[in-house]
């Protein structure tokens, strides 16, 4: 019987590997097609092919960088960085579209001399064959990798299989410009190269403005956010979860903040006990870190607070700016009122201010408000 101990690969382990394993493949692939096609190119005389050969190479230096930026971006956390490397994703991702991006502009130019200057193209059976074979093995190809992107959460993956299924159409574009050639004569080879540097060239741009996107950081996705809140207020002492912000690390790398609504007869032992519960909770059931906890107490014995906090809701709503209000607290005895209100990207929060201010401070004169702006980050309701 074996008593040694079993080692289990850790996700992120098995995540790195696998795009690993698939960007190898991508490289031995798009190198053999290039190679293949260049051959072509040179022996035919055409710009089209030379270009489609171009883009292939293009797409295995994408995946040596993918490669190298995983390695890097699983570097395990440390005093300088203790949050980990995961971002070094994004930036390997903006090489990559950098080298997209002069891979279309170099083709575009390319195919306006032979535009210029044309040449006369000499294809052969063999040729059109083994075009036909490399389009056949860029949609297998795309569909791969696309589908291992997906299973592991990668962008710079699926961004390269989605890359290659359009590879396949442009691919299949000068195959039909070389039959059209063949079969009556006309050539149309530095056009369709033309027609794919701008496809080339698109698809750098926009590669470049999702990863920057995601480095300036963008609003977090609605199915998270709600699973987060579903899970926060099924607690029977949560009446409301609030102000949720995730921050990202990389790919699944997250942590989060966010505000609690608890009745203000809680002990701060009774509270302590929840948010440790609640953050377990969150990082089994999302893989998210519950990084800060606030609190909003709300009033649990007085109906007369709970009339005014339903008139100061109606009032602040009636704006469509005001996305949402929540911790509101009132203090009878110091005559103090404190709420939150989200506000919309529509209107400037001093300016919105103001108006809450001077609307609720003329229907409740005897009190002093401390209304508090919060920016419409995951707000869903």
């Known amino acids: 019987m074996n008593n040694e101990p079993q080692i289990h690969e850790t996700p992120e382990a098995n995540r790195d590997r696998v795009i690993v394993r698939t960007s190898v493949i991508g490289i031995l692939a798009n190198v053999l097609l290039a190679a293949f096609k260049a051959g072509i190119g040179i022996l035919s005389h055409s710009i089209a092919v030379i270009l489609d050969a171009v883009n292939n190479l293009s797409d295995a230096l994408s995946s040596i960088i993918t490669i190298v930026g995983t390695k890097l971006a699983g570097r395990?956390?440390?005093?300088?960085?203790?949050?980990?490397?995961?971002?070094?994703e994004y930036l390997s991702a903006m090489i990559v579209s950098g080298i997209v991006l002069y891979a279309g502009i170099t083709s575009a130019?390319?195919?306006?001399?032979?535009?210029?200057?044309?040449?006369?193209?000499?294809?052969?059976?063999?040729?059109?064959?083994?075009?036909?074979?490399?389009?056949?093995?860029?949609?297998?190809?795309?569909?791969?990798?696309?589908?291992?992107?997906?299973?592991?959460?990668?962008?710079s993956l699926t961004a390269s299989g989605s890359d290659a299924m359009f590879d396949a159409i442009l691919s299949a574009s000068v195959l039909a410009s070389a039959v059209i050639f063949m079969v009556s004569g006309v050539s149309l080879e530095a056009y369709v190269g033309a027609v794919i540097s701008v496809f080339i060239v698109k698809s750098g741009v926009e590669m470049m403005i999702e990863t920057l996107n995601e480095i300036l950081g963008v609003r977090a996705d609605k199915e998270t956010t709600d699973r987060i809140k579903a899970l926060l207020t099924e607690e029977p002492e949560v009446s409301g979860a609030y102000d949720l912000?995730?921050?990202?690390?990389?790919?699944?790398?997250?942590?989060a903040s966010v505000h609690l609504e608890l009745p203000d007869s809680m002990t701060a032992r009774e509270i302590d006990r929840l948010t440790r519960k609640l953050e377990g909770k969150?990082?089994?059931?999302?893989?998210?870190i519950l990084a800060g906890v606030g609190l909003y107490s709300y009033n649990t014995e007085d109906d007369e607070t709970a009339r005014i906090r339903n008139d100061v809701r109606e009032l602040v709503l009636a704006h469509d700016w005001a996305v949402q209000l929540h911790g509101f607290?009132?203090?009878?005895?110091?005559?103090?009122?404190?709420?939150?209100v989200v506000l919309s990207?529509?209107?400037?929060?001093?300016?919105?201010?103001?108006?809450?201010?001077?609307?609720?401070?003329?229907?409740?004169?005897?009190?002093?408000?401390?209304?508090?702006?919060?920016?419409?980050?995951?707000?869903t309701d």
């Open 109 to 155: 130019v390319e195919s306006v001399k032979k535009i210029i200057h044309p040449e006369t193209p000499e294809y052969s059976v063999i040729s059109l064959v083994i075009i036909a074979v490399a389009v056949i093995v860029k949609i297998l190809l795309g569909r791969y990798v696309k589908a291992q992107g997906k299973k592991v959460n990668s962008g």
């Open 329 to 340: 607290y009132l203090d009878t005895e110091t005559k103090e009122m404190t709420f939150d």
């Open 282 to 288: 969150v990082y089994r059931e999302t893989g998210v």
């Open 345 to 379: 990207f529509d209107i400037v929060p001093k300016e919105a201010l103001n108006i809450l201010y001077a609307e609720i401070g003329k229907a409740y004169p005897g009190y002093t408000l401390r209304i508090a702006p919060d920016v419409d980050v995951s707000t």
């Open 245 to 255: 912000v995730l921050y990202n690390y990389g790919p699944d790398k997250n942590l």
């Open 76 to 88: 395990l956390p440390d005093k300088k960085h203790p949050l980990g490397y995961g971002r070094i």
